[in-house]
Nanobody, 115 residues
Framework: QVRLVESGGGLVQAGGSLRLSCAAS????????MNWYRQAPGKERELVAT???????NYAASMKGRFTISRDNAENTVYLQMNSLKAEDTAVYYC?????????WGQGTQVTVSS
């Protein structure tokens, strides 16, 4: 079973930066994708960014230019670098792994941006 452990969330002032990490362990299919989602209270969960095992990335329009997704395949870890944070970025951020018919969610990490 693939297991995900997230870290890096916290409280930050508007305009600041945070770097989230999601470490995968277990049996990792060679063809896979890792994703970041977020969900604010009372809102639907939304896709933030995606990266494939080959390094192909995609971003939601509102995050493009401020957020960067990357991965270290040797460490099976995906990162989300968040810059120029805004109050509306406040949410629980979830890592998701997909591959070989498996979908695994991380436990979530809280990001709070104060204005």
């Amino acid at each position: 079973q693939v297991r995900l452990v997230e870290s890096g969330g916290g409280l930050v002032q508007a305009g600041g930066s945070l770097r989230l990490s999601c470490a995968a362990s277990g049996s990792i299919p060679s063809i896979n994708a890792m994703n970041w989602y977020r969900q604010a209270p009372g809102k639907e969960r939304e896709l933030v960014a995606t990266i494939t095992n080959g390094g192909i990335t995609n971003y939601a329009a509102s995050m493009k230019g401020r957020f960067t997704i990357s991965r270290d395949n040797a460490e099976n870890t995906v990162y989300l670098q968040m810059n120029s944070l805004k109050a509306e970025d406040t949410a629980v951020y979830y890592c998701r792994f997909t591959g070989a018919g498996s979908v695994v969610w991380g436990q979530g990490t809280q990001v709070t941006v104060s204005s």
